[in-house]
Nanobody, 119 residues
Framework: QVQLVESGGGLVQAGGALRLSCVASGTIFSIADMGWYRQAPGKQRELVAIITRGARTNYVDSVKGRFTISRDNAKNTVYLQMNSLKPEDTAVYYC?????????????WGQGTQVTVSS
Protein backbone atom coordinates (compact mmCIF):
# COMPACT_ATOMS: atom_id res chain seq x y z
CA GLN A 1 0.00 0.00 0.00
CA VAL A 2 1.55 3.28 -1.16
CA GLN A 3 0.85 6.46 0.75
CA LEU A 4 2.14 9.97 0.13
CA VAL A 5 2.27 12.54 2.92
CA GLU A 6 3.04 16.17 2.13
CA SER A 7 4.26 18.81 4.55
CA GLY A 8 5.83 22.24 4.52
CA GLY A 9 2.99 24.42 3.34
CA GLY A 10 2.01 27.62 5.07
CA LEU A 11 1.57 31.37 4.83
CA VAL A 12 4.43 33.45 3.47
CA GLN A 13 4.85 36.97 2.15
CA ALA A 14 5.56 37.62 -1.50
CA GLY A 15 9.26 37.16 -2.21
CA GLY A 16 9.60 34.57 0.51
CA ALA A 17 10.40 30.88 0.32
CA LEU A 18 8.97 27.53 1.38
CA ARG A 19 10.12 23.96 1.00
CA LEU A 20 7.55 21.24 0.52
CA SER A 21 8.30 17.63 1.33
CA CYS A 22 6.51 14.46 0.32
CA VAL A 23 7.35 11.18 1.98
CA ALA A 24 6.28 7.97 0.28
CA SER A 25 5.59 4.76 2.12
CA GLY A 26 5.95 1.42 0.41
CA THR A 27 8.65 0.19 -1.92
CA ILE A 28 7.91 2.01 -5.15
CA PHE A 29 9.68 5.31 -4.61
CA SER A 30 12.89 4.50 -6.46
CA ILE A 31 10.98 3.35 -9.54
CA ALA A 32 8.43 6.15 -9.56
CA ASP A 33 8.31 9.42 -11.39
CA MET A 34 7.40 12.03 -8.79
CA GLY A 35 5.54 15.23 -9.42
CA TRP A 36 4.18 18.28 -7.68
CA TYR A 37 0.86 19.65 -8.83
CA ARG A 38 -1.20 22.56 -7.58
CA GLN A 39 -4.80 23.65 -7.67
CA ALA A 40 -5.92 27.19 -7.00
CA PRO A 41 -9.56 28.00 -6.16
CA GLY A 42 -11.71 27.84 -9.26
CA LYS A 43 -8.88 26.51 -11.41
CA GLN A 44 -7.88 23.13 -12.74
CA ARG A 45 -5.06 21.18 -11.17
CA GLU A 46 -1.81 21.85 -13.00
CA LEU A 47 1.57 20.19 -13.09
CA VAL A 48 4.21 22.34 -11.39
CA ALA A 49 7.30 20.15 -11.59
CA ILE A 50 8.25 16.57 -12.20
CA ILE A 51 11.34 14.50 -11.49
CA THR A 52 11.71 11.13 -13.13
CA ARG A 53 13.19 8.07 -11.51
CA GLY A 54 16.32 8.95 -13.46
CA ALA A 55 16.32 12.43 -11.89
CA ARG A 56 15.37 14.32 -15.03
CA THR A 57 13.32 17.37 -14.19
CA ASN A 58 10.76 19.53 -15.92
CA TYR A 59 8.85 22.62 -14.80
CA VAL A 60 5.86 24.65 -15.84
CA ASP A 61 7.07 27.91 -17.36
CA SER A 62 5.62 30.06 -14.58
CA VAL A 63 7.94 28.58 -11.94
CA LYS A 64 11.14 28.09 -13.94
CA GLY A 65 14.06 29.74 -12.19
CA ARG A 66 12.15 29.99 -8.90
CA PHE A 67 11.23 26.41 -7.96
CA THR A 68 13.48 23.37 -7.71
CA ILE A 69 12.31 19.78 -7.46
CA SER A 70 14.63 17.15 -6.01
CA ARG A 71 14.44 13.66 -4.61
CA ASP A 72 16.24 11.61 -1.99
CA ASN A 73 15.67 7.94 -2.75
CA ALA A 74 17.28 6.89 0.53
CA LYS A 75 14.59 8.84 2.40
CA ASN A 76 11.72 8.08 -0.02
CA THR A 77 11.20 11.84 -0.18
CA VAL A 78 10.66 14.37 -2.91
CA TYR A 79 11.08 18.08 -2.27
CA LEU A 80 9.90 21.27 -3.88
CA GLN A 81 11.98 24.30 -2.99
CA MET A 82 9.96 27.40 -3.79
CA ASN A 83 11.76 30.75 -3.86
CA SER A 84 10.63 34.23 -4.84
CA LEU A 85 7.04 33.25 -4.18
CA LYS A 86 4.26 35.27 -5.75
CA PRO A 87 0.61 35.64 -4.76
CA GLU A 88 -0.34 33.67 -7.89
CA ASP A 89 1.52 30.67 -6.44
CA THR A 90 -1.22 30.39 -3.82
CA ALA A 91 -2.82 26.96 -4.14
CA VAL A 92 -3.11 23.53 -2.62
CA TYR A 93 0.00 21.60 -3.63
CA TYR A 94 -0.27 17.87 -4.24
CA CYS A 95 2.41 15.22 -4.49
CA UNK A 96 1.98 12.53 -7.12
CA UNK A 97 3.74 9.23 -7.79
CA UNK A 98 3.52 7.26 -11.03
CA UNK A 99 5.13 3.90 -11.66
CA UNK A 100 4.79 0.90 -13.89
CA UNK A 101 3.74 -2.57 -12.82
CA UNK A 102 2.90 -5.80 -14.60
CA UNK A 103 -0.73 -4.74 -14.27
CA UNK A 104 -0.03 -1.45 -16.00
CA UNK A 105 0.71 2.11 -14.83
CA UNK A 106 -0.17 3.03 -11.26
CA UNK A 107 -0.81 6.44 -9.80
CA UNK A 108 -1.06 7.82 -6.24
CA TRP A 109 -1.84 11.26 -4.80
CA GLY A 110 -1.12 12.84 -1.49
CA GLN A 111 -3.71 14.74 0.53
CA GLY A 112 -2.33 18.16 -0.38
CA THR A 113 -0.76 21.02 1.54
CA GLN A 114 -1.91 24.63 1.41
CA VAL A 115 0.48 27.34 0.27
CA THR A 116 -0.68 30.93 0.69
CA VAL A 117 1.40 33.86 -0.52
CA SER A 118 0.33 37.28 0.67
CA SER A 119 1.05 40.45 -1.27
Amino acid sequence: QVQLVESGGGLVQAGGALRLSCVASGTIFSIADMGWYRQAPGKQRELVAIITRGARTNYVDSVKGRFTISRDNAKNTVYLQMNSLKPEDTAVYYCNARWSTTRGPQDKWGQGTQVTVSS
